[in-house]
């Protein structure tokens, strides 16, 4: 028997789009996740950088009649021609009938880093476009001739134009932003070289599809956007693929990576921005100077709640330093120092906390510290060196958050940032033959089960009969946090509303397995049957969601049978240690397709 072959759902995180990821099987809609988070993120690509999702900052990256396009003398007609994915999706920009220059514009905010800007362009009635990037101090222009894919006048920004075929070009340009400020994405049409104001007729202009603006100086594969809120997180922290599901959480520091603004400066450091590669493989991380005073720092103060848990986080990487030190204080003088032969020493003055580090690459590592506030007023202090010396480190990502556990960065700029909670929904699964009225089988395997208090009541993972964001109201299990003080994973099956706890797990890896018959339901966890013919009645449930109310989840694979899988099944797929992604397919004796062959099925449906 190969268990993926008699799967009806498959899940190895993947192929993604905008509010859709999408399994391996069934390769249609019916196994699509409703992604949603209404906000921000980022996440580990698998370079290991920390990313944005999604990393193309231009919102509606097809659609240049939407309103966040500014049009100023100029008109959009809506899918006018065939684009370059072979879809009805291109765009025309029109010049009117005035004498001035012809543009669409989009803003975004930006830090102190290189922007690259691209889109895809094809000749219409003029030859020309112009991409323009500026943030009213200084501007990059390039005129592109789309008749025969040559650069015309460039006033800096390393312009590119390469052939893609059927007449469409892809057109780039990189800027360095020298401050925090908006940053104007900018297009024209135009009717010749070096020139920018003209007279239009109304119905001339040019085609334009796929505008992308990405921090660096590589303009990376083009990524489709509409609002860009909710794109799912395939996270590589650890080097392999997991859905990544997060709690609400809100970054209160101002300016995250920019130290010389909010960041106040005691006795002396000095800071310089874009200094070596950040975690996020930019060239945007800071430099901090100690004057060899060894008592001065950068700092920045908040308001924190007396009584509440607080975590810390930055990102720090050595020059030439003996000792930095990460001050957190709310008048207590919480400290950290790191010595840099690869050991820490945290030394706790007046209250609790705890500190850890873990190396993210190429030198870097981020620190967390967990502390209970005891005054109303936080300070988050940053030294290079806490002695007598002049000496240096890097850094980058400074955060703090509500909780007890670090989550993903938050970048931040004027003002405090939130990132709210991720879910998914796919319904209709025993309506789609997903499970049946003979049973089925959920198996989901999870990485990273955080050992620590709770922030809230937590839904989890639900497979139910009524998706009642509130909970399960009817019939159903969750797989949730919901011990105040130890355990990760409480399974549990729903009957009426009413909760009944059927295990709990205290592993950080749990693969756990629920089957169902009609009658009954089994438990097995890591490899061990764990409950045995429990009372459970249902069979039509409707709804598997996703909540992150509670501590970050990490799928790494979730699957559904529309039978119960045998005792001995259920046993070898949730006993199997995997260290790799390709072990973690071979579980359900997957042969046929390598996982590189997975991500590209899928993917063949991301770009459809």
């Known amino acids: 028997m190969s268990k993926f072959s008699d799967s009806t759902f498959y899940l190895a995180p993947s192929g993604y789009r905008e509010t859709i990821l999408f399994p391996q099987k069934p390769l249609s809609s019916i196994g699509q996740l409703s992604v949603t988070r209404a906000s921000s993120a980022t996440r580990t690509n698998p370079a290991g950088q920390v990313e944005e999702v999604c990393y193309n900052l231009i919102r509606y990256s097809e659609d240049f009649s939407n309103s966040l396009w500014v049009k100023i003398a100029a008109s959009v007609t809506t899918d006018s021609i065939i684009s370059p994915n072979g879809t009805l999706t291109s765009d025309k920009l029109i010049a009117t009938a005035v004498n001035t220059g012809h543009l669409i514009y989009q803003t975004y905010s930006a830090q102190t880093q290189t922007y690259t800007f691209s889109t895809y362009a094809k000749k219409g009635e003029y030859d020309y476009m112009i991409m323009r990037l500026d943030n009213d101090i200084s501007t990059v222009r390039v005129w592109f001739n789309l008749s025969n894919g040559t650069i015309g006048t460039s006033q800096g920004g390393f312009p590119t134009i390469t052939n893609i075929g059927n007449g469409w070009y892809r057109c780039t340009m990189t800027y360095s932003s020298a401050s925090v400020q908006n940053i104007f994405a900018v297009l024209y049409t135009a009717n010749a070289d070096n020139v920018q104001n003209f007279l239009g007729d109304g119905t001339s202009g040019i085609f334009v599809w796929g505008a992308q603006l990405v921090q660096g100086n590589l303009p990376k594969d083009y990524l489709y956007t509409s609002d860009r809120l909710n794109f799912p997180r395939v996270d590589y922290s650890d080097g392999s693929a997991s859905f990544l599901l997060e709690p609400q959480r809100t970054n209160l520091l101002l300016q995250s990576n920019t130290f010389n603004t909010t960041w106040a400066m005691f006795a002396g450091p000095a800071v310089n921005a874009n200094s070596a590669i950040s975690p996020d493989g930019t060239n945007n991380a800071w430099t901090l100077n100690s004057s060899g005073g060894g008592n001065d720092f950068l700092f920045q103060n908040i308001t924190v709640n007396i009584g509440t848990t607080y975590t810390t986080t930055l990102y720090i990487k050595n020059i030439n330093s003996n000792q930095s030190r990460i001050w957190t204080s709310d008048g207590a003088g919480l400290t950290v120092d790191l010595y840099w032969n690869g050991s820490i020493l945290t030394s706790i003055l007046g209250t609790s906390g705890t500190y850890s580090f873990t190396s993210v ?12 506030s005891t005054q109303s007023t936080y300070i988050f202090r940053i030294y290079s060196d806490a002695l007598n010396t002049s000496k240096s480190v890097y850094i980058y990502g400074a955060q703090v958050e509500t909780g007890a556990y670090p989550t993903t960065y938050i970048p931040t700029t004027t003002t405090t940032v939130t990132r709210l909670a991720d879910t998914f929904t796919r319904n209709n699964i025993f309506t789609n033959n997903l499970i049946s009225s003979s049973g089925g089988t959920w198996f989901v395997d999870l990485k990273a089960n955080l050992s620590v208090f709770r922030d809230a009541f937590s839904n989890g993972l639900q497979l139910a009969d009524n998706n009642t964001s509130g909970g399960i109201s009817g019939n159903g299990f969750i797989m949730r946090r919901n011990d105040l003080s130890q355990g990760r994973l409480n399974i549990q099956k729903v009957i009426a509303g009413n909760p009944t706890a059927l295990f709990q797990t205290t592993t950080d890896t749990v693969k756990a397995v629920i089957k169902w018959n009609g009658t009954t339901a089994d438990v097995f966890i890591n490899g061990i049957k764990q409950v045995s013919a429990t009372s459970f009645t249902t069979t039509n449930m409707e709804f598997l969601l996703g909540y992150a109310t509670d501590v970050p989840k990490y799928i790494t694979q979730m699957a559904l049978w529309n039978t119960p899988l045998s005792d001995s099944q259920c046993i070898e797929l949730t006993g199997v240690a995997y260290t790799t ?28």
């Open 581 to 608: 992604p390709t072990q973690a397919y071979g579980s359900l004796n997957l042969v046929s397709e390598s996982p590189d062959c997975l991500y590209t099925s899928v993917n063949t449906i991301n770009r459809i």
């Open 361 to 372: 690459g190429n030198g870097w590592y981020r620190i967390v510290g967990v502390f209970t």
